[in-house]
């Protein structure tokens, strides 16, 4: 049966409601599917789905605000922990919304497969014979001149309804594209869902972050942070490469919005294939690099200052760059914690702010003023001797020294005046020194690979496609009945099955009843 | 991009945008008097060919009869469309005409005109906004703000030319000038380059599409309003089945809109974020406000929610649209750049 909701289909649902006290198993199977498809519970699956999405703009979600996720863990570590047990971290990954979307496409399918069914049936059948008594149909009038049948549905078919004949009648109809639209639209949907289901079981996505002058190649372990789909073979990502020869950022330098970037744009040397020639491609925001459907995107920047460490011992225990934290985007004052784990005789860990654009302020201090590197400066605030517990196979941020860790350092610095490009500072008590030698960028990439983007993409399109002719056409009927004899006329009635006004259009049909081919000219008998 | 805006373009732009602002009071005003005084609309609008379908319509099941759309596999519910159709038509009663003062009859034309008038001169302060700072003028909330009042009166403008819904006027233009002033007063920043990440052409096609689809829905959220607290001695006001009926033909242009912008910012979202959808508030949001408007348009077309259950739903859907360009914007951190709210 096709499953609309006539007032005769909600009695027996009641009905069916009523019953089942007395259904058997295969009456509750009938029952249950019924229920599962009927208008009504789709529209309250439908609610139910965008109620159920609320929470995850409430509640920072994992995999798109984590350091909020973790900020709310250490604020309140209990109540965190019962938000987790509800997935409120993880709301689109969590089974009561999995059930929710779920149930409303089972019923998504329940409902349009018989309806398939149905419009297939009726597209092949014809339209119903004119009713007896055309001037009681919404749409009327008589036509003038003496159309034969056949003329009439000549003139019609032309029109492009789908005609009928009988005795003395002609019944055409056009429209179908409503229903056909609205199925299509539905089964779109369903599509969509494959599509977004087949990314998320065959792709990937990893996130990694590169230093000016550095390289990555595609490989799991390369990722700072790699997130494969379950069916995704670590061999089989891309093998390509690429090189950060050079990363630049413009910000506006006056007025209001004085530090915001105008662009960004880094350059890469891409090698699609180990040992294949490099191309250089330049990777903005919105312009993400493109290898076989892999994309690299460009999400963030920031300062690496390079430094060269030199040990008790005297000898080099670090020479390079140190990716920053930005603490303020505005002026780009960042926030860098270099570990040398080779330094002897003790480890060395070593807090620096990092000011691009340094002036001085009040009391001593110093600050940034502008997110281009117009005047470096690394200010040391923390030097500490002592065992870093990095081999206590507990993973560390790169970005902090645990606070448990850092009580137990021996501090040698607390504070130190910021050094330009080139300068030393000497640790006390002859631990070592810390040259400030150069300033580097560094750039977070994004890694993605995504099978189901394009078909994503084509149901996407095919659905609003399908929806705008689900509800902009209508289905029209019309009929003309020939009369017989010398003194009787044709006439021709009409009506449309779903809404809105039909007159206009009523009246070109008839005109082009009346004139033929071409409704616009005058007749000229 | 040019890094500094054109002083002086811009601060034409904010005195177009004053001059809008008293444009859209004046013309709410003569909307206003034209509803108190004027021709009830129940007669004033009544299009030409509904009254013969609501005369007929009802007659007009007998006519095909009830065996034979069965046999064609006819759904019941395009005969509820058709039944509640005529019923809408018919609900309409019409008192008589009465003569009216020359000074009220030309309000309703005053209000059109100064409505026009004032679309234009939105319009104008849009773009100069846009040359002044060499971009697509809606980078920022404040812009994006005045570009859904431009859209929301050359909506209901667009449909006044083929409906009869000149009573929306003084609601409609009165919306658009508060969200004006509310802009003015709380929203406006120094023109200027956007975000980073808004220099894309999809900013011209996503979010002109978002700036469309919200227009068309506020005037389906004007009768919505209206149809809730519409009482019924207000015999100037339409019958609450013309105002369902043109808030559901507003929705029915707007939603295949607000689809396609959904799917373009998704597309967007792609090139800029590394992923086309990635639960950001604002994407739950316009998700949010999707499923509602398609949860209206099954209500209407299926489930037999017509009146006011249907309005609800349509005024939830519209509740859903505005917290998502205020509150989403102002409360919930995110990636979408849009808010730069002053202050
Ligand atoms: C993913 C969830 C769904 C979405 C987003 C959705 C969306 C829509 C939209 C926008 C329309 C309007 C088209 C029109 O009025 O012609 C529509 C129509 C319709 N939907 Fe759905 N739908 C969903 C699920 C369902 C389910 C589960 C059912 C069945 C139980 C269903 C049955 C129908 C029917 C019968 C119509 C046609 C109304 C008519 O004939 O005018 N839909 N749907």
Redesign the interface.
Known sequence: M?V???????DSEKAAEARPAKLGAVGWARWFWRTLTS??T??IL??L??LA??P??IWP?R???DAMVGQYYADDPELAEWLDRFWLFD??KAPWFAAIYLLLFLSLIGCVLPRTM?HL??LR?K???A?R??S?????AVLDGDLTVEEAARRLRRLRFRVTTGPGWVSAEKGYLKETGNLLFHVALLGLLVA?GVGALYGY?GNVLVVEGDGFANTVAAYDRYMPGQQVNAESLEPFSFTLEDFQA?Y??????RG?????SAKLAVSDLPGAPERTYELK????LDVNGT?T?L?DHGYAPTFKITDGKGQVAFEGSVPCLVIDPATFTSECVIKVADAQPEQLGILVAFLPSTVPAEGGEWVSIFPGAANPTAQVYGAFAGDLGMRDGVPQSVYEIPPEIQKKLKPLVMKADPLAVGQKLDLPGGAGSIEFTGVKEWIAL?I?Y?PG?MP??LA??L??VA??FS??VR?R?VWVRVGEGPQARAEA?G??????????EFASVVAALNHGSNPGVKDAR | ?P??ADPVLAALSDQLILATVLLYVIAMLAYALDLAFGRAPAEASA????P??AA??G??A????AS??E????????E???T???GEGAGGTQPAPKPLPVWVTKAGTAALALSWLGLVVNLAALATRGLAAGRWPWGNMYEFVIAICLAAVAAFLLMQLRYPVRFLGAFVVGAAALGLGAAVHALQ??A??A???L??Y?IAIHVSAAIAASGLFIVAGACGVIYLIRNDAAVHLPTREELERVAHRAI?IG??IW??AV?AG???A????????????KE??A??TW??Y??Y???RA????KGRSATVVQLVAFA?LLFNLIG?NIF??GLHSYAEIPG
């Not at chain 2, 299009?47 to 509904?50: K, R």
């Not at chain 2, 046999?71 to 395009?78: C, F, R, V, W, Y």
């Not at chain 2, 792609?270 to 508030?281: F, V």
């Open positions: 096709t609309t909701d006539t007032p005769e289909r909600d208008m009504r789709a529209l439908l609610f789905f965008a999405s609320i995850g703009s979600q995999g798109v605000s709301v689109f149905a049936r009726e059948k339209p119903p014979a009713p008594n055309l009681r149909l919404p749409q009327h977004i996505r413009t506006i330098a006056k007025g209001d919005k915001q970037a105008l662009d960004y925001v919105n312009e993400p994309m995107y999400l994004q993605t995504d983007r994503a993409l996407s399109v659905a609003t929806l705008v509800l902009t289905r009927r009635g009506l449309t099955r779903t809404g809105g006004d039909f007159g206009e | 991009m890094a500094e299009a030409p060919a509904e013969v379908l007929v319509g007659a007009a007998p006519a095909a009869s034979q759309r046999e064609n596999g006819d759904t019941a519910l395009s509820a469309e058709e509640s159709e005529a920043v120094e200027g380059p975000m980073v990440a220099n894309s999809w029915v939603f295949p689809t396609f799917i998704a597309l967007w792609d090139k800029a974020w590394g992923r086309y959808w990635g639960w950001d508030p739950i949001w998700f949010i499923i509602v398609a949860g348009l099954h209500a299926t489930a037999g929610w859903c989403v919930i951190p």
